[in-house]
């Protein structure tokens, strides 16, 4: 099991990765040429990944210590799948609730003491409602206490490679000793729908039915965007809004963990973007292009509690307060560089001069018309002089609306995009074509 965990995390390209606590987040990220959020929005974490090869297609501070929340559940949950798998449990077989898993804080299935539900029934309390009492009632009965459970869950953490988690509950409710990175929970994602497929789809059940309640997920994207199956959102005040979610779009799947979102709407608003310009970058490459997206910066801060902690757990922004830990950065200077195709063929001297004034920066990549015109409006507003003789356009490609500036020179097209990275505003410079 250690062995397969060490290969997945050279698959996840890992091996610089040190333990929590050990040393500074990791100097390397990668990010695209999507950016709808304003780049004064820095607080959260994220990671892409492609979930059959395992490779970063994306990440910003996913090296960076966070708290799991909710999440955490996906961790208990797959102790329970393993359960399952070995035989030890079955699904109909009966979780009691001690007095210690009846009084949990909310959220939670409201269970008294004394009283039992069914495995199968404890687990779509997890994934739906995020039920916390549900959770320490399924660790009671696996680990016979949940101190013992938690010791359990961060074992099986770092035999799959999440070499930055520690845990100390299995519900997420607040606990400073609990603690996690973007990439260790893309690990856990990956395992689980590697390790467990038949109980995979539990995360995509959209509404639980249980004793005359109508239970419905938390995680919204299960509702509105075409491929998501899962797998689970998480907030307390110490960690803001977090979501781990995976896609499936022609027969590629991508996993998507966002830590620390501002609110509910904006975390689901960033993952939906990083997963839509995830499978824009695997559809290009299918189609021949050596396109690949790098960025190289600093690791910021990592989020702290705010002095007074809510115990409260859930997906709700009232009362939400986070603040960033004072530290100084590593001295490394942001940067930030797309790195285009590199079988584009070069123009000769008599197309470089047909091509003047064809020239296009692409800065980013939308599933709808009004945020590409949005992006381009906040571009224009931001570095207008750049843009002077160029042409918005939101302009519909296969599917997806492309927020470019148009008509431009090799030497004006590069010098915006130039401009841009030194803003830490992703973007790409497109040669004109040659059909």
Same mark, same amino acid.
């Given at each position: 099991?250690?062995?397969?965990?060490?290969?997945?995390?050279?698959?996840?390209?890992?091996?610089?990765?040190?333990?929590?606590?050990?040393?500074?987040?990791?100097?390397?990220?990668? /990010?695209?040429?999507?950016?709808? #959020?304003?780049?004064?929005?820095?607080?959260?974490?994220?990671?892409?990944?492609?979930?059959?090869?395992?490779?970063?297609?994306?990440?910003?501070?996913?090296?960076?210590?966070?708290?799991?929340?909710?999440?955490?559940?996906?961790?208990?949950?797959?102790?329970?799948?393993?359960?399952?798998?070995?035989?030890?449990?079955?699904?109909?077989?009966?979780?009691?609730?001690?007095?210690?898993?009846?009084?949990?804080?909310?959220?939670?299935?409201?269970?008294?003491?004394?009283?039992?539900?069914?495995?199968?029934?404890?687990?779509?309390?997890?994934?739906?409602?995020?039920?916390?009492?549900?959770?320490?009632?399924?660790?009671?009965?696996?680990?016979?206490?949940?101190?013992?459970?938690?010791?359990?869950?961060?074992?099986?953490?770092?035999?799959?490679?999440?070499?930055?988690?520690?845990?100390?509950?299995?519900?997420?409710?607040?606990?400073?000793?609990?603690?996690?990175? /973007?990439?260790?929970?893309?690990?856990?994602?990956?395992?689980?729908?590697?390790?467990?497929?038949?109980? !995979?789809?539990?995360?995509?059940?959209?509404?639980?039915?249980?004793?005359?309640?109508?239970?419905?997920?938390?995680?919204?994207?299960? !509702?509105?965007?075409?491929?998501?199956?899962?797998?689970?959102?998480?907030?307390?005040?110490?960690?803001?809004?977090?979501?781990?979610?995976?896609?499936?779009?022609?027969?590629?799947?991508?996993?998507?963990?966002?830590?620390?979102?501002?609110?509910?709407?904006?975390?689901?608003?960033?993952?939906?973007?990083?997963?839509?310009?995830?499978?824009?970058?695997?559809?290009?490459?299918?189609?021949?292009?050596?396109?690949?997206?790098?960025?190289?910066?600093?690791?910021?801060?990592?989020?702290?509690?705010?002095?007074?902690?809510?115990?409260?757990?859930?997906?709700?922004?009232?009362?939400?307060?986070? #603040?960033?830990?004072?530290?100084?950065?590593?001295?490394?200077?942001?940067?930030?560089?797309?790195?285009?195709?590199?079988?584009?063929?070069?123009?000769?001297?008599?197309?470089?001069?047909?091509?003047?004034?064809?020239?296009?920066?692409? #800065?980013?990549?939308?599933?709808?018309?009004?945020?590409?015109?949005?992006?381009?409006?906040?571009?224009?507003?931001? !570095?207008?002089?750049?843009?002077?003789?160029?042409?918005?356009?939101?302009?519909?490609?296969?599917?997806?609306?492309?927020?470019?500036?148009?008509?431009?020179?090799?030497?004006? /097209?590069?010098?915006?995009?130039?401009?841009?990275?030194?803003?830490?505003?992703?973007?790409?410079?497109?040669?004109?074509?040659?059909?």
């Amino acid at each position: 099991m250690i062995q397969h965990a060490r290969r997945l995390l050279l698959s996840l390209g890992m091996a610089s990765a040190m333990a929590l606590g050990a040393a500074a987040p990791s100097a390397s990220a990668q /990010a695209p040429y999507f950016q709808l #959020v304003p780049q004064n929005s820095s607080k959260y974490a994220s990671i892409v990944v492609d979930a059959k090869t395992g490779e970063v297609l994306y990440a910003s501070r996913a090296d960076s210590p966070r708290y799991p929340a909710s999440i955490t559940k996906v961790m208990t949950l797959y102790l329970a799948f393993e359960a399952l798998a070995s035989g030890k449990i079955q699904l109909d077989d009966p979780v009691l609730f001690s007095p210690r898993a009846a009084a949990q804080s909310p959220t939670k299935l409201g269970i008294r003491a004394g009283d039992s539900i069914t495995v199968s029934e404890a687990m779509q309390g997890m994934v739906t409602r995020s039920a916390n009492d549900a959770a320490v009632a399924l660790a009671e009965k696996l680990g016979g206490t949940e101190q013992r459970f938690a010791t359990l869950m961060t074992l099986r953490a770092q035999e799959l490679g999440m070499v930055s988690s520690h845990f100390a509950n299995a519900s997420g409710l607040p606990d400073s000793r609990q603690i996690t990175t /973007a990439r260790d929970i893309a690990i856990l994602s990956r395992a689980v729908m590697r390790d467990y497929p038949q109980y !995979y789809r539990l995360f995509s059940t959209k509404d639980f039915q249980f004793r005359g309640q109508s239970i419905r997920n938390h995680n919204g994207l299960l !509702y509105r965007m075409d491929g998501v199956d899962g797998l689970k959102t998480g907030f307390t005040n110490a960690s803001g809004f977090n979501l781990a979610v995976s896609a499936v779009r022609d027969n590629r799947r991508l996993i998507a963990v966002v830590m620390g979102g501002p609110t509910t709407a904006t975390r689901d608003k960033i993952a939906e973007g990083l997963l839509l310009t995830g499978f824009d970058v695997m559809t290009r490459r299918a189609q021949g292009e050596q396109i690949t997206v790098a960025q190289n910066f600093f690791e910021p801060p990592p989020l702290v509690a705010a002095p007074t902690p809510s115990m409260t757990q859930g997906d709700r922004d009232a009362g939400m307060r986070i #603040v960033m830990a004072s530290s100084t950065p590593p001295t490394r200077t942001s940067k930030i560089q797309i790195v285009e195709p590199k079988t584009v063929p070069k123009l000769n001297g008599k197309e470089k001069a047909q091509a003047g004034g064809r020239w296009t920066v692409q #800065v980013g990549t939308f599933s709808n018309r009004s945020d590409a015109r949005e992006q381009l409006a906040i571009v224009e507003k931001k !570095y207008g002089k750049h843009f002077d003789d160029a042409r918005a356009l939101a302009e519909k490609d296969d599917g997806k609306f492309r927020a470019r500036f148009a008509g431009m020179s090799e030497a004006d /097209a590069k010098d915006a995009c130039k401009a841009l990275k030194a803003r830490k505003q992703p973007c790409l410079v497109m040669a004109p074509s040659r059909g």
